[in-house]
């Protein structure tokens, strides 16, 4: 495909997502019908849309949006801007956008920051001066992190084995088995080292807060929303644990046991965990906003919205009451978000403890895009 042929195609698929579609099922749709698209171009596609979600209203303003709307077309445009490109993606060929002749519009105040209108009071309480630094890093893609297997190898060693499949990595100062990926990230997941668990994909900063998990070796120790299992495979990493992970969507875990089988690792999967209890440690990296994984997943800095954190901050006060039920006496629940925010964090833990007696706040974290990571919050909290 040509370039202006991949602008083109952006534009299609982010009409969609603004009229409501969701990314990944019109992206997915996309290139079912697009038999032309090798896989460089679905590639590069994917990556128009999606920095066009994380930049979406200084992009809009790029392309000459009339303030208040957005469309495809003033959201790639933006971004052609933003990159130099726009004569190469807006040439006017028979496969790609009409020549602009919108005119552009430099993106001011909460527009330049990408910063969704109703959250920014939130926000600013939560980062304080890091707020606008915070903004800008989650307008850039994630870079990609390796956690490398302590249980089958060194960080040494796992680097050696990836730069012999083209893959370059350097170690990253936030976790201590991190990998940051510096070329050749698309071949990860065909790669040997992979197959054979010596690394696994995991953002650097859920590795750090895995490694401040405390863990004794023989621990018995509960992943209460264990997802697909990045926390628990780190865990399992640490020591030799009876470990056990739970998901309210046991479908969540279903690539857990081929995951903990490459790693070398047993994990028990639980749909019932208070059948298991009680356990030393119980991890619940409940389910949240997300904002501290928005470059990820930028729709979702756009579609959240204050019913829905509502019905989160309620949730997850829920799984934390179930949590504290779960651990043992002397035990230690470690209550993980991928929040910035302070409902979900410092809020959530301050009215555990006030309706909770016997407890008491441990440590307690907090992990930012600004240290390159996600952002993230975990609390460590102890059962007198
Ligand atoms: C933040 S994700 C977990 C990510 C995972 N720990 C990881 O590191 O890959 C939250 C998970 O909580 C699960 N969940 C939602 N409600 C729950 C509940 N009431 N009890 C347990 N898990 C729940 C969701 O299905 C989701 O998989």
């Not at 495909?1 to 195609?9: S, Y």
């Not at 990159?83 to 330049?112: I, K, N, R, Y």
Request: charged share 20%; proline share 6%.
């Amino acid at each position: 495909m040509q370039l202006a042929a991949r602008a083109a195609a952006a534009i299609g698929i982010l009409d969609k997502v603004l009229a409501g579609e969701p990314a990944e099922k019109v992206l997915t749709s996309w290139g079912r019908g697009a038999r032309y698209a090798g896989s460089g171009d679905r590639a590069a596609v994917r990556d128009i849309v999606y920095d066009g979600l994380r930049c979406l209203r200084s992009f809009a303003a790029l392309g000459g949006a009339p303030i208040g709307t957005l469309t495809g077309r003033s959201v790639v445009l933006g971004a052609a801007r933003a990159a130099g490109v726009e004569a190469l993606w807006f040439d006017g060929s028979p496969h790609g956008p009409a020549v602009a002749t919108e005119p552009a519009a430099q993106p001011e105040g909460l527009d330049a920051l990408d910063c969704p209108a109703w959250l920014t009071p939130q926000l600013q309480q939560a980062l304080g001066e890091d707020f606008a630094p915070v903004m800008q890093a989650l307008q850039s893609r994630a870079p990609v992190f390796l956690r490398v297997n302590a249980g089958k190898t060194t960080v040494e060693a796992a680097m050696a084995a990836l730069a012999a499949e083209g893959i370059t990595t350097r170690p990253h100062p936030l976790a201590q088995f991190a990998l940051e990926v510096t070329g050749n990230a698309r071949k990860i997941q065909n790669s040997a080292t992979y197959a054979e668990g010596l690394v696994e994909l995991q953002d650097a900063a859920s590795q750090a807060l895995a490694e401040a998990v405390p863990l004794r070796a023989g621990a018995k120790v509960l992943d209460l929303c264990a997802g697909g299992g990045g926390k628990s495979l780190a865990l399992a990493a640490r020591a030799k644990l009876k470990l056990y992970a739970h998901d309210a969507n046991p479908r969540r875990m279903a690539d857990l046991p081929a995951r903990a089988a490459r790693a070398g690792v047993k994990i028990t999967l639980t749909t019932a965990p208070e059948s298991q209890a009680p356990f030393d440690v119980v991890l619940a990296d409940v389910p949240c906003s997300g904002s501290g994984s928005w470059r990820r997943d930028p729709e979702g800095k756009w579609s959240l919205s204050a019913e829905r954190l509502a019905g989160l901050v309620a949730l997850q006060s829920e799984i934390l009451d179930r949590a504290a039920r779960l651990c043992a006496p002397n035990g230690v629940v470690g209550y993980a978000t991928c929040s910035l925010l302070r409902a979900e964090n410092e809020d959530q833990v301050a009215a555990f403890l006030a309706r909770t007696p016997g407890w008491s706040l441990r440590e307690s974290y907090r992990f930012t895009p600004l240290q390159d990571g996600d952002g993230f919050g975990l609390a460590l909290l102890a059962r007198d």
